[in-house]
């Protein structure tokens, strides 16, 4: 499939309650690592695609659910999403050893990130 949802994230207010949540919810794994801005919390699932949970990043923004599409070129795709009406929200930004990920908002409000593997 081109383009697949490759993961999905929680941008959180209450990142130790969403984890108490989740992980009696389901039978995820959940593995912190740090981030300059606090804790990462990794999502494992196993088959399918996995995910991760942090605090939100913009202060008094609700919580949301976050997904990413794998695109070939993420500079590519980026600007063709703007020129399709997207605002872009956070431009193409790297993931030191992972890859390179972006964010918009489609011209319906939507919030979608792309993603591309370091490879």
């Avoid at 599409?69 to 009406?85: E, N, P, R, Y």
Wanted: zero cysteines; charged letters at 20%; aromatic letters at 10%.
């Amino acid at each position: 499939m081109p383009n697949p949802f490759v993961h999905v994230e929680l941008n959180t207010t209450d990142l130790p309650k969403a984890k108490a949540f989740y992980s009696k919810l389901f039978d995820w794994q959940l593995e912190d690592m740090p981030m300059a801005e606090g804790t990462y919390s990794l999502i494992k699932v196993g088959n399918g695609t996995g995910g991760g949970m942090m605090k939100h990043p913009v202060p008094g923004a609700p919580s949301a659910w976050l997904a990413y599409v794998q695109v070939d070129d993420i500079k590519a795709a980026t600007q063709k999403a703007k020129s399709l009406g997207a605002d872009i929200k956070m431009d193409v930004t790297e993931i030191p050893g992972v890859g390179w990920f972006s964010i918009f908002t489609d011209p319906t409000g939507a919030a979608l990130a792309l993603f591309k593997p370091k490879s």
